[in-house]
């Protein structure tokens, strides 16, 4: 065997004194020459176990291989027979836990550069492969099938659904509430990290395959479920992903200047209020910002406001660094901008002036007791530990639950009490004819990737049903 | 894109538009509302749809100039089109036979009463209407409003038209006339709807306010609609917008419409010098 080749190639960053005061993206994207060195470290193993710890699949070691060779029309379409959104995979995606981390290299600390790689194809695609050429299409498996799927919702799991039934063969139309598709890739990942040219570039990919996109239709208002399936469709796909943001329910949480980091994140990244006044939709810009939450929305937060020009943006989580839910990259982009981290800390209340806007956040300090149900150690009160924390911006970013409209307007959908609806863990099956569902309406706000793998697998098991 | 068939200036500042939007005509129903953005930079606001036609597959909003977005909107004539027209939003109110019911409309709050009136008359009910403004030029759809009402009560603050005086004085009197109220409705601004539900609730009569507070999607995402309605917050765009109006936090509402004071005037200083 060749020697192993463990020095992994760096992806160039924006300086973080520049990007903290620009919405550009952070990462920059490899050249070519460094994605054929990158490439070039892959030893093409006979068991490709980074393809069994891809949620959707693709064929790794071959697009890097056609990398290695140069040949990227060759690795576009080996990326895109499986992923109709590596553009947005190769940034958001988790790869340091699913097909890096089942890297052969990764026992030697140096796992290939997956995500990176990804996102060099989808990006020389865009910047050399013209929208207008026909796109690389997988094999389509069969005819036109003559059968119509409506797909709900257009984030990762639509997206994916809807791509893979075009390819079938079958008619699909996505049904999307907002007025641009692409769901929470476009109210809320911001744009320093996953551009929207990109994600409208794989949205559009996905409209050239066939599928129609029915913007401002709001399901459960527009027409319900039962309509759509009454109407002449032969399958429903839920895609609607956890929308409804949640609340600490403290006092003081309704004062001026506390948002849901649904309600900022949306003004900021949908509705371009970075851009205020040229475009109408404002934000309010604190000097000292805090981020209630350790999640990747509660880091993309803190790192808008910082951009919005905050002097002091706060991270305030209850539990301490390790245990910090979002990816270790973005938290090291956070540090390395200057946001501050309160960790162990949790609100009791939020302090507000007669005009009820809010002053501060009153927090107790916590300690970890013994793990709870999630194996994660139980932050405690301390008692007569409060302390105050001044504060004219609040982002509450704990989460979020799927969005009820549906469900309440629908007959025979089984929900759980957090919400969420059953669906079958393999098939995406519910247990209403017709109706299958996956992403994060089934298991509450998780990744793009884990949304995509559900819509993907789906979409398999509808057209079986179809075509049965 | 959705096409202007009709636009009528009802008042000044207050515009008529009457819609294309077929799929929005089919579902509407009397107290829901649309969102609308009028193009790729205009922000979502909330409005209350006025009136439909399933036939027409149209639907009518009535809006009143109060910053950069309504200027903009107020500019387009028939003919002219706008990005997104979505709805129908929110809880339909609530129509049933109650018996009698005073319907108070205030301003812009009139075309909301209106079709609700409208509903109410039909499901059988007595419907008595006060319809209040300031002054008689910004007075529309009385004919409308009275042609649903048995009866009818009109006032202006300057006592330029009707009754002088505000709308709560002849809804105390219709408490106190010994005729039964049923029920109330009051739709108009902030500080009308407090003052109304505050003249009925001595007698305990149900009084249904509609709340606007800033939203962004409308369909219960963001939160930035929340209010207060009997100590438990409630996302106003899909729990309402019509709630209880002895149990909301009037002024918890009152501030939360205040949060984009500054940016609503730098928006229509700069609207405003590129309109010169």
């Known amino acids: 065997m060749a020697e192993l080749n463990l020095n992994r190639v760096e992806m160039p960053r924006q300086d973080p004194k520049k990007r903290g005061k620009n919405f550009n993206e952070v990462a920059l994207g490899y050249s070519l020459e460094q994605a054929k060195e990158e490439a070039s470290r892959c030893i093409q193993c006979k068991k490709r176990n980074c393809v069994a710890g891809c949620p959707v699949e693709v064929d790794i070691p071959d697009f890097i291989q056609a990398i290695r060779e140069g040949n990227m029309p060759e690795a576009v379409r080996i990326l895109k027979s499986k992923n109709a959104l590596p553009g947005i995979c190769g940034r958001v995606c988790p790869q340091e836990t699913q097909c890096e981390s089942t890297c052969t290299l990764a026992k030697k600390g140096a796992p290939i550069a997956i995500g990176r790689l990804e996102r060099f194809v989808a990006d020389w695609e865009r910047g050399n492969m013209p929208a207008q050429s026909t796109p690389p299409r997988p094999k389509a498996s069969g005819k036109p099938s003559g059968r119509k799927v409506a797909v709900v919702g257009s984030g990762p799991a639509g997206l994916t659904a809807a791509a893979d039934l075009a390819r079938l063969g079958h008619g699909v139309t996505i049904f999307e509430a907002l007025h641009v598709a692409g769901g929470v890739l476009m109210y809320g990942i911001p744009e320093f990290r996953l551009p929207k040219e990109i994600v409208q570039a794989e949205v559009d990919f996905v409209a050239s395959l066939g599928v129609k996109i029915e913007l401002d239709s709001v399901v459960g208002k527009l027409a319900t479920l039962d309509e759509i399936l009454a109407s002449g469709y032969d399958a429903v796909f839920l895609g609607t992903g956890a929308g409804l943001p949640m609340f600490l329910n403290i006092e003081g949480e309704n004062l001026n200047g506390i948002y849901s980091a649904n309600e900022f994140l949306t003004r900021v990244n949908l509705m371009k209020a970075y851009k205020f006044p040229e475009y109408d939709t404002p934000v309010k810009i604190g000097k000292r910002v805090g981020v209630i939450g350790g999640g990747n929305v509660a880091m993309d937060s803190a790192r808008c406001a910082l951009r919005l020009g905050a002097d002091d943006v706060y991270i305030i989580y209850r539990r301490s660094e390790v245990e910090l839910p979002a990816r270790r990259e973005e938290v090291e982009n956070a540090r390395e901008e200057g946001i501050q981290f309160k960790l162990l800390a949790n609100p009791k209340r939020f302090l507000g002036n007669e005009q009820n806007w809010v002053t501060g956040a009153e927090c107790y300090k916590m300690e970890l007791g013994e793990p709870d149900d999630s194996g994660r150690r139980r932050p405690v009160v301390k008692k007569g530990s409060e302390f105050v924390i001044d504060l004219d911006e609040v982002i509450v970013a704990l989460g979020t639950r799927p969005n009820p409209l549906i469900s309440s307007t629908t007959v025979g959908l089984e929900t759980t009490k957090y919400g969420t609806v059953v669906a079958d863990g393999e098939t995406g099956k519910t247990v209403k004819d017709k109706v299958w569902a996956g992403g994060d309406i089934v298991t509450g706000s998780a990744t793009v990737i884990s949304a995509m793998g559900a819509g993907k697998r789906a979409a398999k098991s509808i057209d079986e049903y179809l075509r049965g | ?276």
């Not at chain 2, 109220?181 to 407090?194: E, F, L, N």
């Open chain 2, 1 to 276: 894109m959705y096409k202007i068939l009709e636009r009528e200036d009802l008042v000044p500042g207050i515009h008529l538009f009457k819609i294309e939007a077929p799929a929005v005509a089919q579902k509407a129903r009397a107290g829901q509302f649309v969102v609308v953005r009028i193009d790729e930079k205009g922000e979502r606001i909330p409005l209350t749809i006025a009136d439909w036609d399933k036939n027409e597959g149209t639907v009518t909003i009535v809006f009143m100039e109060v910053g950069a977005t309504t200027a903009r909107l107020a500019l387009l004539k028939e003919g002219d089109a706008i990005a997104d027209f979505v709805g129908p939003l929110g809880v339909p109110a609530e129509i049933d036979k109650y018996g009698t019911v005073v319907c108070v409309a205030g301003g812009v709050g009139t075309a909301v009463v209106a079709p609700i009136a409208r509903a109410l008359k039909e499901a059988g009910n007595k419907i008595f209407t006060i319809l209040g403004t300031r002054s008689k030029d910004l007075l529309f759809w009385e004919d409308v409003l009275s042609g649903v009402s048995d009866r009818m009560i009109v006032t202006t603050d300057d006592g330029s038209y009707g009754r002088k005086g505000v709308v709560t004085e002849p809804l105390k009197e219709l408490l106190g006339s010994g005729e039964k109220i049923d029920r109330v409705v009051a739709i108009g601004p902030v500080v009308m709807m407090k003052f109304c539900s505050l003249t009925t609730a001595p007698s305990g009569v149900k009084t249904v306010v509609s709340l606007n507070p800033i939203m962004v999607d409308g369909t219960g995402m963001c939160g930035c609609c929340r209010v207060s309605v009997g100590g438990e917050t409630k996302f106003a765009c899909v729990d309402g917008p019509d709630f209880d109006g002895h149990k909301v936090d009037w002024d918890l509402l009152a501030a939360r419409q205040r949060i984009y004071l500054d940016e609503e005037k730098c928006a229509y200083d700069e609207w405003q010098k590129s309109h010169s």
